[in-house]
């Protein structure tokens, strides 16, 4: 088992894990996104998230930022199924063992249709303070839907907190809703880290190569 010195270590090595599990980059704009645009680099952050030290990572990184803003003040962190519950189970789980346990809850895309028939799964009622969780944003339409859900069943939303900012948009829709947002890893970081792999260095070559023939 790694040991971390600092939460900046933590990071770093959080970013590894993404470029090892989770990033993926091709020349030409292969990948669709929810919001039907075409991309030609993809998160697919599950590999990385449902990861044990990426567990570990995100838990920890999220649960230092989460007690570093005394003005939240919550209960409980929880998004959009599918992409947040691991998310929003690392950051309940470490913080039991910190000794400030948050709940972990669910906000289901179609009602349960039976039983209870609820849109929120979770140890949460009316008047909970909650964060919504995303594990990456675009253009901000899942972090909005969990929001605009939360509040329908009477939760009292603080703020996003987000594992990756694709940085086209997302931020700046949530915070059009009146709600801080505070981002773990941008584009930009993840970008930066894997130009200096080397399969980043090799397609940056292949790339001014491709353009000087055109």
């Known amino acids: 088992m790694r040991r971390y010195r600092s939460p900046k270590a933590m990071k770093q090595r959080l970013v590894e894990l993404v470029l090892e599990r989770s990033f993926k980059f091709t020349e030409e704009p292969t990948f669709k996104l929810a919001s039907g645009k075409m991309s030609n680099f993809y998160f697919n952050c599950k590999?990385?998230?449902?990861?044990?030290?990426?567990?570990?990572?995100?838990?920890?990184?999220?649960?230092?930022?989460?007690?570093?803003?005394?003005?939240?003040?919550?209960?409980?962190?929880?998004?959009?199924?599918?992409?947040?519950?691991?998310?929003?189970?690392?950051?309940?789980?470490?913080?039991?063992?910190?000794?400030?346990?948050?709940?972990?809850?669910?906000?289901?895309?179609?009602?349960?249709?039976h039983g209870t028939m609820l849109w929120i799964e979770g140890n949460v009622r009316e008047g909970d303070k909650v964060l919504i969780v995303e594990d990456v944003i675009t253009t901000g339409g899942s972090s909005k839907e969990a929001i605009l859900r939360a509040r329908e069943c009477g939760l009292k939303v603080m703020g996003v907190i987000v594992l990756i900012d694709r940085q086209e948009g997302g931020r700046e829709e949530i915070e059009a809703m009146g709600l801080p947002i505070e981002v773990l890893l941008t584009k930009e970081e993840i970008f930066k880290a894997y130009k200096k792999t080397g399969k980043g260095a090799k397609e940056q070559r292949h790339k001014g190569t491709k353009e000087k023939k055109t």
């Open 47 to 113: 590999p990385a998230t449902l990861n044990p030290e990426g567990m570990f990572l995100i838990g920890n990184l999220f649960y230092g930022l989460i007690k570093s803003k005394k003005k939240w003040n919550v209960k409980a962190v929880g998004g959009l199924t599918l992409g947040a519950d691991p998310v929003a189970d690392a950051i309940a789980y470490t913080s039991y063992l910190k000794g400030g346990p948050l709940e972990a809850f669910v906000v289901r895309k179609t009602p349960k249709k």
